[in-house]
């Protein structure tokens, strides 16, 4: 298994904090690997990224909903999940968190493994890029699909390394939420040039069709502060801001390069959406909306 970079022990807060009930929509939680174990085959571990270190850094950056997304790690057993959500979501009130599955489950466990996973707050489903080891023939596809539609979940779509163009096709016909996860891995370096580019801007025009605005660090050509990203993220907003989210990808697996400090990236946010009212959108009503999170 290849090694590869640490987040950053010490997140700093953002300036300003964010709005009250905003979510980092997309971060994975990890655990040791004697209680949660790591398939075979798996491309990589993080196992001190805990619940209770995310719960921490949200408490930074003044994060206060989120959505924990199934590390391929783990692939259909979803006990790290189950176990933070519980944890994350304890002490009575509206539930702050919620899940995002790895579509692997669809195919492997059964409808009361799946209602399981509905009852403790998973709401959605992601098909993971290739290179992480989990794929789908097409009868296999069209069976997850399905079972994600019963459900009544939305479906992520992780875009490979060279972008998302190639990937959607699967995925056009559906009625449920869909999320192309990490600005669909555009390239900011070649504009209108870029497939990929072309590709979530058309499917923007269906109102089931969402976009996460994250992964900027590793879009960018420039480094940080990532100002070749502002542009193509500012772009993506106007076609859609009602289906715009945020998420940190904290821990930021499979890092070549040092990962960010997330106050970093929540500054980063800002600079996409300088007005107050899309930043709302973004990190509070958007995320609320696809989540079902509650309104209080």
């Known amino acids: 298994m290849p090694d590869y970079l640490p987040f950053d022990p010490q997140p700093r807060a953002p300036v300003p904090l964010p709005p009250p009930l905003a979510c980092d929509s997309q971060f994975h ?58 944890a994350l979501n304890a002490g009575g009130g509206p539930s702050r968190y ?19 996973l509905h009852e403790a707050g998973v709401r959605g489903a992601r098909f993971t890029r290739g290179g992480l080891g989990i794929s789908f023939t097409p009868a296999q596809m069209e069976r997850a699909l399905a079972r994600v539609e019963e459900l009544g979940w939305y479906v992520k779509v992780q875009p490979e390394p060279t972008g998302i163009a190639e990937q959607m096709q699967p995925f056009e016909h559906l009625q449920v939420p869909v999320v192309m996860d990490h600005m669909g891995r555009i390239d900011p370096s070649r504009g209108d ?3 990929s580019l072309a590709c979530v801007l058309r499917l923007l025009e269906r109102g089931n069709v969402w976009v996460m605005l994250s992964l900027s ?28 989210i945020w998420g940190s990808d904290w821990p930021h ?17 800002y600079r996409f959406t300088p007005d107050a009212a899309t930043r709302e959108r973004v990190l509070v009503t958007n995320p609320a909306r696809l989540f079902g999170f509650d309104t209080d």
């Open 29 to 86: 939680v990890f655990g040791p690997p004697a209680q949660y174990p790591v398939r075979a085959g798996a491309a990589y571990e993080m196992p001190s990224a805990t619940w209770q270190v995310a719960q921490r850094l949200h408490a930074t950056l003044g994060i206060t909903r989120g959505v924990i997304v199934q590390a391929t790690t783990y692939g259909a057993d979803h006990a790290v999940v189950l176990d933070a959500l519980a």
């Open 98 to 116: 919620r899940g995002c599955a790895n579509a692997a489950v669809l195919l492997d466990r059964d409808d009361a493994y799946l209602q399981r």
């Open 193 to 195: 040039a870029d497939p």
């Open 217 to 244: 660090e590793k879009l960018s050509r420039q480094g940080f502060p990532w100002d070749d990203v502002v542009p193509l993220a500012q772009r993506l907003i106007a076609a859609a801001p009602e289906r715009c």
């Open 253 to 269: 697996p499979v890092s070549v390069r040092q990962p960010p400090n997330e106050g970093d990236l929540l500054e980063l946010l």
